[in-house]
């Protein structure tokens, strides 16, 4: 196991990394500071990692939320049953919330602890390779609202973060491409050496081999770790970390939510956003190829659905990434240093949304 | 005009009391740092003061929600709806969010602009005695949930408190008499010679006088800053805050909320809570009698509503001052001095509740 500090002027917490981590009631019942607790995960987890974890907080009464699956479910209506279900079982503010399951759990779970009587513990226990190396680490939850993702939420931070690589044996294929995308991500906006490392150990990923998908979560936490660290808010560097998500909610808004997974989205994007840069003369063709190679590799798509460039104009706009009614670009200098623009001419953007072919998936 | 600052490790803000601050467009136009504002008000304040404060903001493009008035707009569909309207007129983080109104308005627009894109600067203008002294400093912001008050919320921080105490001369006289149950508390948890203060002047404050409104109305934001100073988030102090809130919240959920007005089931849960005390031998008769008599001096009730004692127990357990199970009370050592405590046995209090005469309003 490994173990880092998320060092935060409201407070650090801890970010273990290991296979086998359900097992370890010590670990699991350290962050709990009441005397109860309650478990949300959904249905397809919930047959394979819950009874882990109510084992090992037996002691602490745990009330058991299991939500349907998938991206609708990031919704007001499911902070309301949630509260519902916690009331119903008169669970106060003492109560330590864990979020057991994915992204759409991690970011669901994560708000209603932040708003549960104005405030509860929470503990990120995420299963999927995107929640593992991104959602879980940082304080961002919320729910979408109908006409944008991500609109509804707090900047609130778990007590700890406990990731068991061992849950990665279960995760669908398309789902561990989805992770990977996020982790290509540190690579390109600020870790050459590690995007070189992924270039040539993005195979061994794929087939899960357990040793490099442990080095690859861990490089991508601490780069995680450190970015938020600098910047909580994202009042600056840590918008770094939409590079690729501009385009990818357009998408995601496109297409329903859920239809393209999240990471797919963000692979389709960061491409995107590479054609951009090369566009604007910051990179060149062969930066390009490079990034669009690893993210075919990983097995993601390479470009956007068919979605006509006028209507993908307005579906960024309305991003919150928006800031003071222009678009917010997350662009690469180079492999590996990216930069925040909002000085995006429209011709840039048009031609290169009206040059990338269609990808179906 | 008398401005005091509440300090936070989180940055401070100013609290603004004065007539006709309304008109003072440099005081409303300070807060704002983005290039936009929207202002969250309801149908009743709007005709009333709407125009003084988009003639203010004019230069920001101000996008206006307008509610329907009442306490069952504290729900998450209003919040649905708010951030529709603000996505609608694609308001983005730079948004400073103004809240004009009651105390119903301050906790809806405080919760919005706590979970607008995660979070929004935003101002709070109380045109409520109620709101005036007491929900608008401090940061508590939120909205009900079918199974109980104030159960979705965050604490929340405003940019500035504006009080305009010229808008208390359109307040019905029910809604002044419930912003009096709170000023009345601050006498009775922790200022004596404000409390003595009040019986001297509470018929001036109800003729609406407005030297003696402004005095309590500054004297009341003191206290509470005080207090919001020593203990943002309630682990401790600011839980005296609550004093007659555990009975008041009860009277509010047995009622349906809203027909009990919020001022007025405190000023009922403070005889009760006084009468607890009695009880339990903390204070005298003739003190619980000040205190009843000062209540009914205001214009509010002095006792419950016709509720069973058992159901009133259910109510109040279901109360988040509930802390591990137990029901917490705030009770009186003596008067002008509270303490938080949940050591009442069932007893005593089931021998208060059914004591209380039923009081119809």
Redesign the interface.
């Known amino acids: 196991m490994s173990t880092m500090t998320l060092d935060l002027p409201g407070g650090g917490y801890p970010i273990h990394i290991g296979a086998g981590l359900l097992a370890r009631a010590d670990l699991l019942r350290a962050p709990v500071s ?2 109860r607790v309650a478990i949300i995960t959904n249905e397809v987890v919930a047959p394979l990692y819950l009874a882990h974890l109510t084992e090992a907080l037996a002691g602490f009464d745990p009330t058991v939320v299991v939500l349907p699956d998938g991206e609708p479910q990031k919704a ?2 499911t ?2 049953r949630i ?2 279900d916690l ?2 079982r ?1 669970c ?3 109560t330590t919330i864990f979020a057991l399951g994915g992204g759409v759990v991690g970011d669901i779970a994560g708000f209603a602890a ?6 509860v513990p929470f503990v990120q226990v995420p299963t999927t390779l995107l929640s593992q190396v991104d959602s879980s680490v940082g304080g ?1 939850t ?1 729910v979408n ?4 993702k ?6 609130y931070q778990p007590q700890a973060v406990i990731i068991d690589t061992t849950t990665l044996s279960t995760l669908p294929d398309r789902e561990l491409s989805a992770g990977l995308a996020e982790v290509i991500k540190y690579g390109a906006i600020g870790n050459l050496a590690f995007f070189e490392w992924l270039e040539q150990n993005v195979d061994a990923l794929v087939r899960r081999d357990p040793a490099a998908l442990a080095y690859a979560i861990e490089t991508s936490c601490r780069d995680k770790a450190r970015v938020v660290m600098a910047d909580e ?2 009042a600056g560097v840590r918008a770094l970390l939409n590079f690729g998500h501009t385009f990818g909610h357009a998408i995601e808004g496109a297409m329903g939510y859920g239809r393209w997974l999240h990471g797919e989205a963000v692979g389709a994007g960061m491409v995107m956003a590479a054609h951009l840069s090369e566009r604007l003369g910051l990179i060149t063709a062969p930066d390009t190829r490079r990034l669009c190679d690893l993210v075919r590799r990983a097995g993601l798509p390479t470009g956007p659905p068919a979605i006509a460039p006028g209507r993908f104009l307005e579906l960024m ?2 991003d ?1 990434k ?4 222009r678009i917010r670009f997350v662009l690469l200098r180079a492999l590996g240093e990216a930069f925040l623009t909002d000085e995006v001419s429209e011709d840039a953007l048009m031609d290169v949304l009206g040059r990338m072919p269609p990808v179906s998936i």
């Not at 932040?114 to 405030?119: E, F, L």
Request: aromatic share 4%.
């Open positions: 009441g005397g007001l209506g902070i309301e509260v519902g009331l119903g008169r106060d503010r003492a932040a708003v549960y009587q104005r405030g961002k919320g609202h109908a006409l944008g991500n609109m509804i939420g707090c900047f808010r994202e706009a309305v919150k928006a800031a003071h009614g």
